[in-house]
C-alpha cells in the first residue's frame, strides 16, 4: 500500500519509495529510508499527508505519498 492510503492514527514501516531522484534523495536525508517507522497523524481533503517520522511532523503532497509504500505497523495510539 502507499502512504497515500494510510490512516490516521496508524503506524507504518517504509518498504520502499518510488520517486523522482531529487524528491527522493531528499526525504532519504530527513529520514526516511526502507525500514523507517511513521505515523500518519492526518490526511487532508487535498490529498496532502502530515506525518511522524523520526520524531519530526512532515506534510507531503499526494503525488509524493502515492510514491511511498509502506506495510502496516501496529496502533501508537489505544485511545485510552
Known sequence: MTLSEGIPGMEYVVESTRLNEKVGRRLEALGLIHGTQVEVLNRKKNGTMIFKVRGTRMAVGKEISMGI???????ERTGN
Open 69 to 75: 509504500y509502506v506495510r502496516e505497523g501496529h496502533y
